[in-house]
């Protein structure tokens, strides 16, 4: 499989860009943003050892079976502006899941902030809110949603190059990062569904204790 973005008309009567964008292995996509500029920002999930990636990014190459991608497209689709992985060590067995990225968004500058789900050893930066997972989770396995695993909130530097910041989300039982939006401050807020009856709530919020049943959602 490959990723591909298509650029439509304001009034859908013509393709003003479309590309392929991928390896010679397995590609998805999971969510796109547009800039002020129209450029697409778009991340998700490959396992491409040939995944095209630009000269200078974060990570240039697969660090285990599958990795996250962000890649950065010229408004006029002609560019890779830049392209990313994302991840970290991971050993795939039948109680784990890889790291996968299921939403995105794009602040004023140009930087893009990711959200998603990781089992495996996801990079953190030195002022992260969680630089660990949380152990001590005592619930029995669900076939919606695994026992362990973080969300992971990660904002990614205009160029590509560097993370401005990455930390982890949750608690001692499994928590999602499902969707993403930035403010006109940069504060990014993200949305989810968690386990763990530990999660981090501030004292003033709306609900601050887990609410029953096999999960919860939390706006952060």
């Not at 989300?169 to 401050?185: F, K």
């Amino acid at each position: 499989n490959n990723v591909f973005v298509t650029k439509w008309s304001a009034d859908g009567s013509q393709v003003l860009y479309s590309t392929y964008l991928g390896g010679s292995q397995k590609d998805g996509v999971s969510g796109i943003a547009v800039d002020g500029s129209g450029s697409a920002y778009v991340t998700g999930l490959t396992s491409s050892p040939d995944f095209p990636t630009t000269r200078g990014a974060f990570q240039t190459k697969l660090t285990t079976t599958q990795d996250v991608f962000v890649a950065k497209l010229s408004a006029d689709g002609s560019q890779l502006i830049y392209s990313t992985l994302l991840g970290g060590d991971f050993v795939e067995h039948a109680c784990c899941q890889p790291t996968t990225s299921t939403g995105i968004a794009v602040d004023s500058t140009g930087a893009a902030v990711i959200t998603g789900f990781t089992e495996g050893t996801f990079p953190v930066t030195a002022n992260a809110f969680q630089n660990a997972p949380v152990a001590g989770c005592y619930l029995f396995p669900s076939p919606s949603m695994p026992i362990s695993g973080e969300a992971f909130v990660t904002k990614i530097a205009p160029g590509g190059n560097a993370l401005v910041y990455s930390t982890l989300l949750g608690g001692s039982c499994a928590t999602n990062g499902i969707g993403v939006a930035v403010d006109a401050n940069g504060n990014a807020w993200v949305a989810g569904s968690t386990e763990s009856p530990d999660f981090p709530v501030t004292s003033d919020a709306l609900q601050p204790k887990f609410g029953g049943g096999t999960y919860d959602g939390y706006l952060a």
